[in-house]
């Protein structure tokens, strides 16, 4: 994982799942129905180090990606932020600058260091081979989430702040990029060797507000991360971008480029970094020949290129782990 | 409108908004109220025609579009669908091969007749300057659907057909291309003069999927109808598509192409096409200086090639109508 991230490519790609720890697995679901809450299990150490290395243990992947959720953030900010069954994250919406201005940015450790706590266990239990992958949402996303008050089809709430308020909108903008920051360190400090961002909703925006709310923000962010953590490489992932995937590449200072499902693998090594994706996760559902044949496409897409294997977005809920199995198997037997 | 669609640049552009009639209109709703349920609305022609002119009254913009569904074709096959207050369509899911058999294309015309009605008092009623156009939903949004029972997040039904039942996958495809192409025939046979082919959910496909259900469908459907009226023109609209625009736009043969929000104006008049497109609603929802400074950087991004101004997504239900005067006045003053 640490060579492909270095620009090495291998005969076989390293190898993880998005959402590999989660309710696909029976193991999983076993901890989770004894935990009142999901943010309960996010900030209950031995729980999170538990279920990040379940699919470690049952797949054998070559990353283990902390158990966590990107709305800790807003949580640690002092947002209520809760998971009603079934339905999704829900928060208090912000809404107004009042609102912004009672956000503590000083204070997100002390709500974070079960989290950091997490990494130091996983940091000691995994194999060394098993990179530590730790991770946070991206500015634009989380304050999607903060000013919507959970998701969103459309971010017309989000977007109207965005576009008619740009400077209340910024003011929320530059306390998740310093938090953000402060809180990636964090996880560094603890023993994480790689850090993602995800940006699950970057693609909803036009190409100027995406120069604007997406690619400089993500700049930003992954300037502080460097000045403390030069070393450590930064996956970023701009879900949905498109076209605007090209810019993102090639002007944030990323290390590497998760891929959406819809990205051209052969499009994307175009621009010289590092790529990680990009199988629809529509495919493990059914499992089978029609999966990894998509596998072996996936793959082959990527050419000379150094890359990650990954899905396009998380698995899904229902999939069936010997489905992971079997594609497992297809990605270790492959040869470039 | 015309004249932009057969490639002249025109000193201002012509003008009409997706979902330019319904719901952000008080006139709509003053109707609506009293009608039991959507359909209605789209099988009662005397209806139908009068929420298709009141945004041609109130703005005056160069198209009317015919009020209708893309659902109306599953309907007309013979699929049962509803639409549940405040929840989106609702359909009783295709399951297996004896639905898909069960589907009766051959009496589609009985069922939609009053869509023609509908259309031919428009072609009567509208202003000679005023186009009029009629649409469909293209082939693969309006099976996943037909699959999925109505609107989806992740399309994992509808996409584990098409991924690992190819074949069953294509025999519904199959039946929607002939239906869709038929159905749009009869509406110019009634008096339509443009036809626009939404392509809704597009962008979920990846590269080579998206050859498959998209591009191919999409050029046969043309094709067909082409047969009939070679000379009326086409807008496809395969919203989200994001990279995969040019190969719809160079291989389709739709003859201009609907602009999503995120698409970058000057990469899409490389296509060679006329455009249609492509503000965010968001910003008629704020209205005021952010939503003129952006519906003109939508304009200047067209640089010298014919476009008609659109929004990327149909205009949200809670825009104020005088947003939309405003934003005409913008459009009508813009010299290029």
Chains 1, 2 share one sequence.
Not at 4 to 27: C, D, I, N, V, Y
Not at 139 to 150: D, L, S
Not at 152 to 167: L, N, Q, T, V
């Amino acid at each position: 994982m640490l060579s492909a991230l270095s620009g090495e490519a291998a005969k076989t790609p390293p190898l993880w799942l998005m959402r590999q720890a989660g309710r696909f697995l029976p193991e999983y679901r076993a901890i989770r129905a004894d935990v009142p809450s999901f943010l309960d299990m996010c900030y209950t150490p031995d729980l999170a180090t538990e279920v990040t290395l379940q699919p470690i243990r049952r797949f054998g992947f070559d990353a283990a990606i902390l158990f966590s959720d990107i709305l800790v953030v807003p949580d640690a900010l002092g947002q209520e932020v809760w998971f009603a069954e079934g339905e999704g994250p829900k928060l208090v919406p912000l809404r107004n600058s009042a609102d912004i201005d009672r956000l503590q940015p000083d204070a997100i450790h002390e709500t974070l260091s079960p989290v950091y706590q997490t990494v130091r266990n996983l940091s000691k239990a995994l194999p060394s081979e098993t990179t530590l992958i730790g991770f946070a949402g991206a500015p634009w996303t989380v304050a999607t989430y903060m000013i919507e008050g959970g998701s969103s089809r459309d971010f017309f709430i989000a977007k109207s702040w965005a576009y008619s308020e740009p400077e209340r909108f910024q003011a929320l903008i530059d306390i998740l990029v310093d938090a953000t920051a402060q809180y990636l360190i964090e996880q560094v400090n603890a023993g994480a060797e790689v850090v993602q961002l995800f940006d699950s909703w970057a693609g909803v925006l036009p190409e100027k507000m995406f120069r604007r709310w997406v690619i400089e923000p993500t700049t930003r962010l992954a300037a502080l991360f460097r000045a403390i953590h030069p070393d450590i490489p930064i996956i970023g992932f701009p879900r949905g971008a498109g076209l605007n995937y090209e810019a993102y590449a090639a002007e944030t200072g990323v290390t590497a480029i998760g891929l959406d499902t819809t990205i051209s693998g052969a499009w994307a090594t175009q621009f010289g970094l590092p790529v990680q994706g990009n199988l629809d996760p529509a495919y493990i559902l059914c499992g089978g020949e029609s999966m990894v044949a998509a596998a072996r496409r996936v793959m082959d897409s990527f050419g000379d290129a150094p890359f990650i294997f990954n899905l396009g977005h998380g698995v899904n809920k229902d999939t069936p782990p010997e489905h992971v199995t079997e594609l497992v198997a297809t990605v270790r037997s492959w040869r470039r």
